[in-house]
């Protein structure tokens, strides 16, 4: 992918990643070594794109790294491997009229148990929590003068949320742009939201020749931005794209 998206031209002006990032366990069962590793990974992968890239934090990139230090019921709890690999887990930047707001509602509070082969384990409870709703309103409400909001979560926000639709009214929201289903999809919802397939395709099912669920070749969304409207398509990895004008008469 790297290769590919260095070589596009026009050169993407920014690389957004949606989710999933990683495949530590949710659970928090990894060993830090674990996700030391696979966190460098990554990061030395995604380093050599020749343009800025922004990451989702997701229950997949927590981490039982310094679980001493931020146990659950914290709502920091599991966090610290990504900040110190990529940073804040909530964040926002802006491009051209458009404010992006990137969010994770996963937090490990010891308030979900699921049974998993007879065990009960502490799952993510997925619920933007008080603090970061707050942080969300203040964020979107110091946007710049006449820019809308694009929201980049692994999931539609209008169900991990709090108030995101009032959000949405209030702040001028108007697209979500989520992964983790790795199917691509759109859904016209009160804030609609697009998945973007996968790059990793079912990487669980090595049977599958490299497609996504919905039978796509695994790839990325391309998005064209002219001032308030977005054109895209959808790139199959390694596939070429040829845009053809037809004659006119």
């Known amino acids: 992918f790297v290769r590919e998206a260095n070589a596009l031209s ?15 366990n949710k659970a928090l ?5 674990s996700g030391h590793a696979d966190f460098r990974n990554y990061v030395g992968i995604m380093n050599h ?12 990139t927590d981490s039982s790294y310094r679980l001493e230090e ?17 940073g804040p887990h909530f964040f926002s930047f802006e491009y051209g009229k458009i404010h992006f707001v990137s ?11 699921i049974l998993v082969r007879g065990k009960n384990l502490d799952y993510p409870t997925n619920r933007v929590q008080p603090m970061h709703v707050k942080w969300l309103q203040q964020d979107m409400g110091h946007r710049s003068r006449g820019t809308f909001v694009g929201t980049t979560s692994e999931a539609d926000l209008a169900d991990h949320c709090p ?24 859904k016209k919802r009160p804030v609609p939201y697009r998945a973007g397939g996968a790059l990793a395709g ?4 090595p ?16 998005y064209r931005v002219r001032g308030e409207s977005f054109e895209h398509f959808y790139k199959g990895l390694g596939q070429r794209v040829a845009i053809i004008s037809h004659r006119v008469g």
């Open 207 to 222: 049977r599958t020749n490299n497609l996504c669920p919905d039978l796509m070749p695994q790839g990325y969304v391309v």
């Open 103 to 113: 969010v994770d509602f996963g937090y490990h509070l010891g308030q979900r148990k």
């Open 70 to 86: 931020f146990p659950r019921g914290d709502h920091r709890c599991a966090k610290a491997l990504y900040w110190e690999y990529l």
């Open 49 to 60: 794109l020749q343009m800025p890239h922004y990451n989702v934090a997701g229950d997949h």
């Open 163 to 186: 108030d995101f639709l009032e959000m949405a009214r209030k702040h001028d929201v108007r697209l979500q742009l989520v992964g983790d289903i790795h199917v691509l999809a759109y």
């Open 10 to 24: 026009p050169r993407p002006r920014f690389v957004v990643n949606s989710g999933d990032l990683l495949d530590l």
């Open 29 to 33: 069962l990894s060993k830090p070594e």
């Open 202 to 205: 079912c990487w669980w099912n």
